[in-house]
């Protein structure tokens, strides 16, 4: 019998979370409390108002096809207010709904790249960059991070090493997953001037914009030149804790967005109708339901970064977004003499419950990487869970320190 499955799914990858989650499940299902870190998944109710919206929306009818780009009532609310907000003018066809903001990342890819063509993308970073460059046979180009006292910096050097002449894409996560990573405005601007001297088209994933804790957020379009080169790919899933609700959108240039609407027909048809009611409430409603969201992040963050900065082994900066946390456990690491970074996760899991990804469950390590980090994700987890599940990790390490002193 001839090969039973396409070839090409060799190159497809995962969302490597998930396997930590099913590892996670089976040890609470021997009868262990886990304290979930592993994913981001948010425990906070969607608010109110939007599933109001959207109920009446299916009580409405609204249960049938709609236009593949979406309705014109959510594209124009979302054109304003993401213009608005990134102080450019966008109108609904710029806007194409897509359900959740991962679809976008293929469509860009598919719109964009043809085979052999290098993108650059972000490692560590979300798993499916490099699943989805890879599999329709593109050039995968990781560029790191480099630390500093103020957070994670674009490793600014290997990013001009990679570039070469069928380099044609750039994926910017600012607002980063894992690291939390934010560009200041030098940073974004030489991203900009990268992009334009190469001619690079760049997707912005901006899946945490509104996930900040204090100021206000920045997007590259807003930078002359931009704009018109630039894909925000947009979810509601963060900030209105909607993340299986499955509602995003792509934002961009006219006419690229007539390909991704060719694609969403190919592909799922339209969105959900309904839960399109549901973004224009989310949009337009009250935004007291978002703002006890990120109250609530924020207060997790606060506990759990002043506990990590405490314990022996550990360092960290503290980010001012995402819901995610990047230690560096180097010390920690050694201390326990772990053959891998899967036989730290796995012996912490086991002798605490507190799950948690590592830096690898974001992309292959670099090859000047010499420190050992891990990600918390703390949208799924209450406070006092986090004070219990970091007392048993800092009695753990406690145990490793006291043996290493001796």
């Known amino acids: 019998m001839k090969d039973k499955f396409a070839s090409r799914?060799?190159?497809?990858?995962?969302?490597?979370?998930?396997?930590?989650?099913?590892?996670?499940?089976?040890?609470?299902?021997?009868?262990?409390?886990?304290?979930?870190?592993?994913?981001?998944?948010?425990?906070?109710?969607?608010?109110?108002?939007?599933?109001?919206?959207?109920?009446?929306?299916?009580?409405?009818?609204?249960?049938?096809?709609?236009?593949?780009?979406?309705?014109?009532?959510l594209r124009n609310v979302l054109a304003d207010l993401a213009g608005s907000e990134r102080g450019v003018f966008y109108n609904r066809e710029n806007v194409v709904i897509q359900p959740g903001g991962k679809p976008?990342?293929?469509?860009?890819?598919?719109?964009?790249?043809n085979l052999g063509d290098g993108v650059l993308y972000p490692n560590p970073g979300y798993p499916i960059y490099e699943s989805q460059i890879e599999f329709h046979g593109g050039h995968a180009l990781p560029y790191g991070f480099i630390s500093s006292s103020d957070g994670f910096k674009i490793d600014r050097e290997r990013v001009e090493s990679l570039i070469g002449s069928n380099t044609r894409l750039f994926i910017y996560n600012n607002y980063q997953n894992p690291m939390g990573a934010e560009s200041d405005m030098d940073e974004m601007e030489w991203v900009a001037e990268l992009a334009q001297k190469h001619d690079l088209w760049v997707l912005s994933d901006e899946a945490y914009f509104e996930i900040q804790y204090s100021g206000k957020p920045k997007s590259i379009v807003s930078i002359p030149g931009m704009k018109e080169r630039t894909v925000i790919l947009y979810t509601f899933s963060k900030t209105y804790a909607m993340t299986g609700w499955r509602l995003g959108a792509a934002i961009g240039p006219e006419e690229l967005m007539k390909v991704f609407a060719r694609l969403s027909v190919n592909d799922e048809s339209c969105t959900n109708h309904f839960i399109q009611y549901g973004g224009i409430e989310a949009l337009t409603g009250s935004q007291s339901g978002a703002e006890v969201i990120l109250n609530e992040l924020?207060?997790?963050?606060?506990?759990?970064?002043?506990?990590?900065?405490?314990?022996e082994g550990i360092s960290l900066f503290t980010p001012n977004s995402t819901f995610y946390l990047f230690p560096d456990v180097t010390d920690l690491y050694r201390h326990m003499e772990a053959q891998s970074y899967e036989d730290f996760r796995s012996k912490i899991l086991r002798a605490t419950g507190v799950s948690f990804c590592t830096r690898e469950h974001f992309g292959t390590p670099l090859p000047n990487e010499d420190r050992k980090y891990i990600r918390f994700a703390y949208s799924g987890i209450t406070v006092d869970d986090i004070e219990e599940g970091m007392a048993k990790l800092n009695e753990y390490q406690r145990s490793f320190n006291s043996v290493a002193a001796v």
């Open 104 to 113: 976008v990342i293929p469509k860009f890819i598919q719109s964009l790249m």
């Open 298 to 311: 924020r207060r997790r963050r606060d506990s759990l970064a002043d506990i990590l900065n405490q314990m």
């Open 9 to 73: 799914l060799k190159d497809l990858g995962t969302e490597t979370a998930f396997a930590v989650s099913q590892d996670a499940a089976e040890f609470a299902a021997e009868g262990n409390k886990v304290y979930p870190f592993h994913l981001g998944d948010i425990n906070i109710p969607t608010p109110a108002n939007i599933m109001e919206a959207a109920n009446k929306a299916m009580r409405d009818g609204k249960t049938g096809y709609n236009p593949s780009v979406g309705i014109p009532q």
